[in-house]
């Protein structure tokens, strides 16, 4: 189990550099020529399968264990979808300047904090297929944010050496969330309320990957009017639909 998780962080921090390494090196200033509409939309299926079916279940279930009969996991969930949705808000209006240093901020924050929080589902995970599935969906789209911000960084005004102090560091945003979601999970002096609490934020905010991450560019709004798109997104639900079987 560890190996695995070890292996993902690896692959996922991996997968980030060389995204970033693009725009970087080539100073492209335009996302155009590089989608994954498909591997988008199946990781926005997963998500949101991991989000519903496996995590906020478990969550509300350990809060009931510890003696909670209020529904704190699906309130976390909800804050921590509304509080990605807000922070995007703001960077979205702060688009007047795309060069300002501001969006770049706002953007790496926003990228960086969902990218943690995502990271603790993994290290959370003990179900191999479960563990794959969110293996798969993480890759695809720490390779698309690190691109979009790699992107930012060089539009704005940033030095070369600051833009890719910032990038390392949400690079190493899932990492750390892994370590944290591991660590945790094998502690036994940490709170019981702690572990269900990580596990509610990381529902929450796998259920905004999988709705509204990138307001009118999100994938359930942009591409699935194309029902081959739209069907790789059921199709990604429906795997972690068939992971619950057995789990």
């Known amino acids: 189990m560890l190996t695995i998780k070890i292996i993902a962080v690896v692959l996922i ?3 980030t550099l060389i995204a970033g390494y693009i725009p970087f090196r080539q100073r492209i200033h335009a996302p155009d020529n590089v989608e994954f509409p ?4 199946l990781a926005c299926g997963v998500f949101l399968g991991v989000g519903l079916i496996h995590m ?3 969550a509300a279930n350990q809060f009931q264990a510890i ?7 699906f309130m976390l969930a909800g804050s921590a979808f509304l509080l990605l949705l807000l922070m995007e808000h703001i960077g979205r209006d702060c688009h007047v300047d ?6 770049v901020y706002l953007t790496m924050t926003i990228l960086s ?4 929080l995502a990271g603790t589902a993994l290290g959370f995970s003990d179900i191999y ?8 969906a993480l890759l695809v789209h720490k390779w698309a ?6 992107i930012k960084i060089n539009q704005s005004r940033l030095s070369t050496r600051w833009g890719l102090g910032l990038f390392l560091t949400f690079a190493l945003m899932t990492p750390m969330g892994v370590l944290v979601g591991a660590s945790i999970s094998s502690s036994m002096a940490v709170s019981p309320w702690v572990e269900p609490t990580f596990i509610s934020l990381a529902a929450g905010t796998f259920l905004y990957l999988g709705t509204l991450h990138g307001l009118g560019q999100a994938v359930l709004v942009e591409k699935c009017c194309n029902l081959k798109n739209f069907g790789f997104v059921v199709l990604g639900f429906m795997l972690m639909a068939l992971v619950a079987v057995w789990t």
């Open 13 to 15: 921090l991996l997968s």
């Open 38 to 41: 498909r591997g988008e939309a």
């Open 56 to 58: 906020l279940g478990d």
């Open 67 to 73: 003696g909670s009969r209020y529904p704190w996991a």
């Open 98 to 103: 795309k060069r300002s240093n501001v969006v």
């Open 113 to 116: 904090l969902h990218s943690f």
């Open 129 to 136: 297929s479960v563990m794959l599935l969110i293996i798969l």
């Open 145 to 150: 944010a690190g691109f979009a911000l790699a």
